[in-house]
């Protein structure tokens, strides 16, 4: 028996409610499938997302099911960008995960449609469908266009740091505003939210080919549609439940893909807090492991050049898939039914390649372009870098480990001994960076903002105001217990763990001491003290002096959804999950 029809067995008020909601009374003996989405007027990734619920809906009843449509509207981490809305912004996605959980096990359902864009609506609603563990659907939101001159948001914060600099004028910042976003969908550049719709597919979790189509293609709404009816037939299949289908093997194939597409580094927080939930454990040490060696194939912003819409065009996720097949678990089951083997040996018979090769030749028209498929997706034995995409650093200034993204990293980045400046906040940082109180050789620090500091938010204008300056880029460091926006570049360090809240050694670095960062041989470490090198045992000395007069500063808030994440989160590089066990 279906849990639908255990509920009505449960609960006889269940009928005469769903009666009144608008059900008929045919509909309360079919599959009953929940449709939860991010849909609402919150930002351009979720704006759209009725339409694709609608589509799902349909799919679902065509195949003899009935959808309930269930909605918990994620935030925009660009829109909460500059004031303290980013600090709400890593929070949400737990609180997503909390109200899926909340609606599918307070109301029985079969099984599941997922829809979502963006940061953290995707990985809040993977998390939330592993704790529901009934058969599910993800379908993803897809990308929106470019805008003029292939113009795409990341981008803005160049234009922004130009502006404050006094390198362009108003009106240029004004025309990069007005045409960013031309349309719904996530971002237009390999940021988290792309990142993360790339990973549902790459996971089994999402119907082959469905991850970052252009959001105003009609293949997203047939992609939707065929998402509604798997999700009826997984109701009706034995052990086709998430957990089921989803292995290490798919953890590890995901992550091949992310190192194939230089993918957000937010994927550290998301991937193995996602894991979690299916009783899987993923570390940075993992992502670090599988990177190493692997083909960065992706020449897609923010490390390459062209507008996230190209990668569907491209052959999107099956095409990056066939590039690293050697590489991948092929016999990792997914969603629909099938291996993933199986599934690209289908799509390269039913013509899914020749389609895109169609809407590339479109978009060159429309676009004035001529890029190529190999331009957007390099083959493997052309790739643009070796080595993946992700290093996780470790040393005494970070024990637990710190994340970067060396595709993003000026080369002359990769070591250097630099020195200290330590601020304990992104204010206060960010303006040393404008006015020019900062020097080439410095390592920047901004602290106390992680996860049990101020919620983790992201230093997405820190980090561009260095990686636009032609001085600075190349030469000094950021280094942070926060984290980056997926749109981030530069010699950027994020995630350093412990942090400074919990007492980590990056809360007890000083001015003038001297940081060592080596990405190839992934160390982070102090070497010096007020600019004069010491020993190893030496530092650890001055470190365990300091440590006895740190006090963490008293917390930054105390009440709501804030002062719970911050008193319950996981380290960075755990997750920043609430450890509620």
């Not at 989405?37 to 609608?54: A, I, M, N, Q, Y």
């Not at 065929?226 to 289908?245: N, T, Y």
């Not at 960076?433 to 230093?459: N, T």
């Not at 997405?460 to 105001?465: K, L, M, V």
């Amino acid at each position: 028996m279906l849990p639908s029809q255990k509920l009505r067995e449960l609960a006889p008020e269940v009928d005469p409610l769903r009666i009144g909601t608008g059900w008929k009374p045919e509909d309360l003996g079919k599959v009953q499938v929940m449709i939860e989405s991010t849909f609402g007027d919150s930002h351009p990734g979720s704006g759209h997302l009725d339409k694709l619920v609608e589509q799902a809906r349909r799919g679902v009843a065509d195949a003899g099911g009935f959808g309930a449509r269930y909605f918990c509207t994620d935030i925009c981490d660009g829109e909460s960008q500059g004031h303290d809305g980013i600090n709400f912004s890593l929070a949400s996605r737990e609180m997503i995960a909390n109200m899926i959980e909340i609606h599918g096990n307070a109301t029985p359902f079969d099984a599941g449609v997922f829809i979502a864009s963006c940061d953290k609506g995707m990985p809040g609603n993977l998390i939330g469908l592993a704790r529901l563990n009934m058969p599910s659907v993800v379908m993803t939101g897809g990308t929106m266009a470019a805008g003029p001159d292939l113009l795409t948001l990341e981008q803005l914060g160049m234009y922004s740091a130009q502006y404050e600099r006094g390198e362009i004028g108003k009106d240029k910042l004004e025309w990069a505003k007005h045409n960013a976003c031309p349309s719904c969908g996530a971002c237009s550049f390999i940021g988290t939210a792309s990142t993360m719709q790339i990973m549902a597919e790459a996971l089994g979790l999402a119907l082959p080919g469905s991850a970052l189509l252009p959001a105003n293609s009609p293949d997203l709404m047939e992609y939707a549609y065929r998402a509604g009816q798997q999700a009826v037939r997984l109701a009706r299949m034995e052990h086709m439940s998430p957990r089921d289908i989803v292995t290490r093997e798919s953890f590890e194939n995901a992550i091949l893909v992310h190192a194939a597409i230089s993918g957000s580094s937010n994927a550290l927080l998301h991937i193995p807090a996602i894991a979690r939930e299916f009783g899987i454990e993923i570390t940075g040490e993992t992502f670090d492991r599988l990177h190493r060696g692997a083909h960065y194939l992706l020449d897609v912003r923010p490390a390459g050049r062209w507008p996230a819409e190209f990668f569907y065009y491209a052959g999107g996720v099956p095409a990056i898939m066939e590039e690293i097949r050697p590489h991948l678990h092929l016999d990792a089951m997914t969603v629909t039914g099938k291996t993933l083997g199986e599934n690209l040996d289908e799509l390269k018979k039913n013509g899914f390649y020749e389609r895109c090769a169609g809407w590339l030749e479109a978009a060159n028209r429309r676009c004035g372009t001529h890029i190529t498929r190999e331009d957007v997706i390099r083959p493997y034995d052309r790739a643009i870098g070796t080595e993946g995409s992700i290093a996780v650093l470790r040393g005494n200034l970070a024990p637990e480990g710190a994340v970067i993204k060396h595709t993003a990293c000026p080369k002359e980045m990769f070591e250097a001994v630099l020195r200290a400046r330590p601020f304990d906040s992104e204010e206060a940082c960010i303006d040393a960076v404008l006015h020019h109180r900062v020097q080439p050789g410095d390592a920047v620090f901004i602290r106390y903002e992680g996860p049990k500091g101020s919620g983790m938010p992201e230093m997405f204008y820190t980090s561009e105001a260095i990686s636009s300056d032609k001085e600075l880029g190349r030469s000094i460091a950021l280094i942070t217990d926060g984290r980056f926006s997926g749109a981030s570049t530069g010699p950027v360090i994020g995630h350093c763990s412990p942090e400074a809240q919990a007492g980590g050694p990056i809360a007890l670095v000083e001015e003038g001491d001297l940081i060592y960062l080596n990405v190839r041989e992934r160390k982070l470490e102090i070497v010096g003290i007020r600019g004069e090198r010491k020993t190893p045992e030496e530092v650890a000395a001055v470190l365990a002096e300091r440590r006895k007069a740190w006090k963490p500063k008293p917390p930054k808030y105390t009440r709501g959804v804030l002062g719970l994440f911050t008193r319950l989160a996981a380290s960075p590089m755990k997750g920043a999950y609430l450890e509620t066990d």
